[in-house]
């Protein structure tokens, strides 16, 4: 099969040259699936291109390349406009494209803390003096940009890259500052952090900033605060020009909490596991801030971060409070008369509400997502009790439901079997993971032993 003609891969690299990095970085793995498709050939070549080419800028640019996101415009951090990084690229390999191609060559055999940068600091140089120019075309449209999100942010921009040869080597230590802090970790922090300030009044900020942006989770920059300034008092902390890091976590705080409070039981498993994940969050996010800080013990940050505390908890205890309800209305019962007692039976003559049983497997999933960091958030006693309660529940139910299918006395025996599979659903987060294959194969036997109808000896017929 023929390959795409030239002016459709022309527009399938004017697309892929403007696509997000995990865009592109997805096609081309989607692409290496058809290898062997020569109508794709043409496609692969222009995706790997560009991968390729993302590769070089994000290594030549890593000291601010993660600070490009979205429209630049957040008030709270150090940001830029990501598709200025795009036109700083372009005008870069405008402006020096021998050493680009000398970069390119030098990359596949760069290893971290054996090569020199020299080559990658080079360039960062000559795309600051461009921009100090301001002459080539693509660096005067990213500048405007820039300046249209953040009137100012052109000097910022300058200051990072006045200093981004001391980040690039601070980066290849983050890994080991962030694991464990050691006084010679923080001695070499501090040096970075120090050679950093030499850029301006406005370097150490920015150089944290710089390096935060780099992290996973770019809360976690706060250890390397904490290690440089040796774990300040909060009020210390609170005068200086770094304590933009400590306030904005603790404002995270606060979101996150209303997200858990928030969370919606109509999304199914995906909606709980995700508040837990954020409960989980929430929980390395208060360590993070009791570790870095020495924290008063009432009022200013210390009283903060103690009523987020007592809110956590507060907030997880009363969505593991609505668990009962929601696990009654899912597995419904209803009040027959046995003799002269009456007493619960599980109604089993109509189908399970899938929309109430999805609602308990989301706070299922967030019962169970929230196992391990119960213990410090302060909620693990009421989560036991809950997850107790639960499981009685539940046994209890499904024993009535087999008695009544060995008994045959199910009024419809698919519903009966639907209501045990939800039931041994619930079971795996209640109990433990082989919990629901117990309840299915306890069923699979109460169904097969199902005794015979006895024949209605009063109807002839009936023995026919």
Not at 11 to 29: C, E, F, M, Q, Y
Not at 77 to 82: D, E, K, M, S, W
Not at 235 to 258: H, I, P
Request: net charge negative; proline share 5%; with cysteine.
């Amino acid at each position: 099969m023929a390959g795409l003609p030239d002016a459709k891969i022309d527009i399938v690299r004017t697309l892929v040259r403007d696509a997000p990095d995990k865009v592109v970085t997805g096609l081309r793995n989607a692409l290496a699936l058809a290898d062997g498709d020569t109508a794709l050939a043409g496609v692969r070549r222009v995706v790997d291109a560009e991968v390729d080419d993302r590769n070089l800028r994000n290594k030549v640019l890593e000291p601010i390349a993660p600070l490009f996101v979205g429209d630049g415009s957040a008030s709270d951090r150090l940001n830029f406009p990501a598709r200025a990084l795009t036109l700083l690229w372009r005008g870069l390999k405008a402006q020096a494209p021998d050493e680009i191609g000398a970069a390119a060559r030098f990359l596949p055999d760069y290893q971290p803390d054996e090569s020199s940068t020299e080559p990658f600091d080079s360039l960062v140089e000559q795309l600051a003096y461009g921009l100090q120019v301001g002459e080539q075309r693509d660096y005067v449209a990213a500048l405007e940009m820039i300046e249209g999100a953040k009137p100012g942010g052109t000097g910022v921009l300058l200051s990072c890259l006045a200093m981004s040869a001391v980040v690039r080597r601070a980066t290849l230590r983050l890994p080991e500052w962030i694991s464990r802090t050691t006084q010679e970790r923080a001695a070499a922090a501090r040096l970075a952090y120090r050679d950093a300030c030499r850029f301006g009044d406005d370097a150490g900020p920015c150089f944290f900033e710089m390096l935060g942006a780099q992290l996973a989770e770019p809360w976690t920059i706060l250890r390397i605060v904490s290690a440089v300034m040796d774990r300040p008092a909060e009020g210390y902390l609170a005068g200086s020009e770094l304590s933009v890091f400590a306030t904005r976590l603790m404002d995270q705080l606060d979101v996150n909490l209303k997200k858990v409070s928030g969370f919606d039981l109509n999304g199914g498993v995906a909606a709980g596991a995700a508040a837990a994940a954020t409960v989980e969050t929430l929980t390395l996010q208060i360590t993070e801030l009791e570790n870095a800080i020495d924290l008063g013990r009432e009022g200013g940050w210390g009283g903060r971060i103690h009523k987020q505390k007592l809110s956590l908890a507060g907030v997880v205890e009363s969505r593991l409070r609505e668990l009962p309800k929601l696990q009654n209305a899912a597995l419904p019962s209803h009040k027959v008369r046995v003799a002269r007692a009456t007493v619960s039976e599980p109604r089993l003559t109509i189908e399970p509400d899938m929309k109430l049983v999805d609602r308990c497997r989301s706070l299922l999933a967030f019962a169970e997502g929230i196992r391990a960091s119960a213990n410090y958030g302060g909620f693990s006693s009421t989560r036991a009790k809950v997850i107790e309660a639960a499981g009685e529940t539940l046994d209890q139910y499904v024993e009535d439901v087999l008695s009544l299918v060995r008994d045959d006395e199910v009024p419809d025996r698919e519903i009966a079997g639907r209501f045990l599979q939800v039931a041994a659903e619930f079971a795996s987060p209640i109990h433990e993971p082989r919990a629901g294959d117990i309840v299915r194969r306890r069923a699979a036997t109460a169904f097969g032993a199902v005794r015979p109808q006895r024949p209605n000896l009063e109807d002839p017929a009936k023995l026919l």
